[in-house]
Structures are given as structure tokens and as C-alpha cells.
């Protein structure tokens, strides 16, 4: 499984101005700039708002659209077992 932030930028955002907002967060994981603008997003992933979860399974297809969810009282959408669940399947 790969994790991957993705820098969106919003209403002509600058990529210096979306990159100095993620590295504040010091993820240990790749970063990445999307070419494409939020209404993008919103059109073909049904993303809300910002942050948003997205997990594409081995073939690009979206098994998970979320925000980060794992409170184990919550069943559905919830963060965690769907990555478990995939982690099974590798």
C-alpha cells in the first residue's frame, strides 16, 4: 500500500503557497501537487472539502472517500478497516 499526500490547489492557489502549507505537517510520506483545481476533485471523486481521504485500490478504482475516520465505535467509513481490509488483500 502506498500513502501519498496530494497538494490541491484551490482558485489559482500557487504550488509554492500549497507546498509550504503541507511540509508544515512533516508527513514522512511522498508529497505530490495535482495538476487539476478542486471542482476537479469534486466532479469525479464526490470530494466535499478539504482535507479529504481517498484510497484507490490496485486497479485506480476509489474504495474509500472519506475524511480520517477510526473511532472503532463508527462502522461505517471508517478509515481504518478499510485499510485493513486491503491490507488482506495484498
Given amino acids: 500500500m502506498l500513502v501519498y ?3 490541491i490547489p484551490y482558485q489559482g492557489e500557487k504550488d509554492s503557497t500549497l507546498f509550504s ?3 508544515r505537517f512533516n508527513y514522512s510520506f511522498p ?3 495535482s495538476k487539476h483545481e ?3 476533485y469534486h466532479e469525479y471523486y464526490n470530494i466535499l472539502g478539504v482535507p479529504a481521504i481517498i484510497i484507490l485500490d490496485k486497479n485506480g478504482e476509489l474504495v474509500y472517500n472519506g475524511r480520517f475516520n477510526n473511532n472503532p465505535f463508527i ?3 471508517n478509515l481504518q478497516n478499510k485499510v485493513d481490509e486491503l491490507l488482506k488483500e495484498d
Fill in 5 to 7: 499526500v496530494v497538494g
Fill in 38 to 40: 478542486y471542482p476537479f
Fill in 75 to 77: 462502522l461505517v467509513n
Fill in 21 to 23: 502549507m503541507i511540509n
Fill in 31 to 33: 508529497k505530490l501537487l
